[in-house]
């Protein structure tokens, strides 16, 4: 399983950013996939989820309503679209296949901050 995050960067609070995921090894469109997050400083954490067909979402209390969760099993790519973004969103964004994030691959940064 490879997982590789990409799209984190600087920005402002209340600013947007796509992150993408290009996963490999695995039978991408017949897996939930994950996002989660680690703040400098604090555990891993559940961000939201996508089912394998692309219909059923959840997501974490501090994110709904601002964050979208999608995938593409063509590319084999999950996206999570981050709008209205806040500093206690600065963190490391992983996707993975599991929710605990044990298949996790390498993250990608985002920092909120003017």
């Known amino acids: 399983v490879q997982l590789q995050a990409s799209g984190g960067g600087l920005v402002q609070p209340g600013g947007s950013l796509r992150l993408s995921c290009a996963a490999s090894g695995f039978t991408f469109s017949n897996n939930y996939m994950y996002w989660l997050r680690q703040a400098p400083g604090k555990g891993r954490e559940w961000v939201s989820s996508i089912n394998p067909a692309g219909i059923i979402t959840y997501y974490a209390d501090p994110v709904k309503g601002r964050f979208t969760i999608s995938r593409d099993n063509a590319k084999n790519t999950p996206y999570l679209q981050m709008n209205s973004l806040k500093s206690e969103d600065t963190a490391l964004y992983y996707c993975?296949?599991?929710?605990?994030?044990?298949?996790r691959g390498q993250g990608t940064l985002v920092t909120v901050s003017s």
């Open positions: 993975a296949k599991d929710r605990l994030g044990a298949t």
